[in-house]
Nanobody, 131 residues
Framework: QVQLVESGGGLVQPGGSLRLSCVASGFSLHAYWMYWVGQAPGKGLEWVSSIEPGGGIARYADSVRGRFTVSRDNTKNTLYLQMNSLTSDDTAVYFC????????????????????????WGQGTHVTVSS
């Protein structure tokens, strides 16, 4: 059974940092692109970042590029999102999500996304940026 469990969210002041983690189980993490998706209060799903199976290619939404860094440790079955220089606009629930197809990237940056675009989702971790 595929399972994704996020952690690391919380309340942080503007300018602060958080590191989100997503532990994967029930599938071979090394074979899939992985994604971070955000949902701000009252808004729809937003593609945030993605990373290719080996970790060599990472993509970012324009709104987070230069501040967020996605990484993965396939030996630990874990995906990460390092979030720096946080602003109130980053307040959201952050989900990690699994690509549905082996070694393929089907959810592209900047596109409208739906829950059904992904193979599996975690339960999300809340990030609140506030003074």
């Amino acid at each position: 059974q595929v399972q994704l469990v996020e952690s690391g969210g919380g309340l942080v002041q503007p300018g602060g940092s958080l590191r989100l983690s997503c532990v994967a189980s029930g599938f071979s993490l090394h074979a899939y692109w992985m994604y971070w998706v955000g949902q701000a209060p009252g808004k729809g799903l937003e593609w945030v970042s993605s990373i290719e199976p080996g970790g060599g290619i990472a993509r970012y939404a324009d709104s987070v590029r230069g501040r967020f860094t996605v990484s993965r440790d396939n030996t630990k079955n874990t995906l990460y999102l390092q979030m720096n220089s946080l602003t109130s606009d980053d307040t959201a629930v952050y989900f990690c999500a699994k690509e549905p197809r082996l070694f393929q990237e089907t959810v592209m940056p900047g596109t409208s996304i739906r829950v059904t675009d992904f193979g599996s989702w975690g339960q999300g971790t809340h990030v609140t940026v506030s003074s």
